[in-house]
């Protein structure tokens, strides 16, 4: 169509070809147009995103920049604390021995104070048990003493019974007559000799 429309160019205008030329030229132009207005919004909207990424990144920075204040702050007070607990566990270390030995030390106490205990509340039972027995021989002592004493007090009883009896019943007659005989012979003695 091009030929064709610069050959009558020489030789006169075809409207035909005119028109399409127009309506070519137009619906390239409307074609155009519509292409640079869509790169034109998509440069607007790559605009705004590269706007809005420049500004996620400004705030990414400033972010990093306070976090890497905060790690610094941070890794200064791990290097102290690495230090304080440097000391510790030299103090630890240095503990560690005297630990040991109370360790040591409380574990043999206890287990001489559960010995203790132990004895003592075997000796305990041991006490108890022979105070039961000594008790249990005392009650039968004095249940045998008891009855001993009450038969013997029964027979003691009879037998003052009979004395008594008897001094009640005695005949002193016969100590009558041996002092009237022996008071007899006192005065024959005292009698002088018929001979002298």
């Known amino acids: 169509m091009d030929a064709s429309f610069k050959t009558c160019m020489?030789?006169?205008?075809?409207?035909?070809?005119?028109?399409?030329?127009?309506?070519?030229?137009?619906?390239e132009h409307r074609v155009e147009t519509e292409t640079l207005r869509a790169e034109n919004d998509q440069l607007r909207r790559d605009r705004d995103a590269a706007v809005a990424e420049n500004e996620a990144l400004r705030c990414l920075t400033e972010e990093d920049a306070r976090l890497q204040e905060?790690?610094?702050?941070?890794?200064?007070?791990?290097?102290?604390?690495?230090?304080?607990?440097?000391?510790v566990q030299a103090e630890n270390n240095a503990l560690r021995g005297?630990?040991?030995?109370?360790?040591?030390?409380?574990?043999?106490?206890?287990?001489?104070?559960?010995?203790?205990?132990?004895?003592t509340e075997e000796f305990r039972a041991r006490a108890m048990e022979r105070l039961g027995q000594c008790i249990a021989q005392q009650r039968l002592w004095c249940s045998q003493r008891r009855s001993t004493y009450l038969t013997m007090n029964a027979?003691?009883?009879q037998q003052?019974?009979?004395?008594?009896?008897?001094?009640?019943?005695?005949?002193?007659?016969?100590?009558?007559?041996?002092?009237?005989?022996?008071q007899r012979?006192?005065?024959?003695?005292?009698?002088?000799?018929?001979q002298i």
Do not use: C
């Open 155 to 157: 027979a003691l009883s």
């Open 70 to 87: 905060d790690n610094n702050r941070l890794q200064r007070r791990v290097e102290e604390l690495q230090g304080k607990l440097a000391e």
């Open 10 to 27: 020489f030789g006169g205008f075809d409207r035909q070809d005119v028109v399409a030329f127009i309506e070519k030229t137009a619906e």
């Open 98 to 119: 005297p630990a040991g030995e109370y360790q040591s030390l409380k574990e043999h106490i206890a287990d001489i104070e559960i010995s203790a205990h132990r004895r």
């Open 160 to 182: 003052l019974r009979a004395a008594q009896e008897e001094v009640d019943n005695a005949d002193f007659t016969a100590f009558d007559d041996m002092i009237g005989e022996l």
């Open 185 to 194: 012979l006192e005065d024959e003695l005292k009698k002088p000799d018929p």
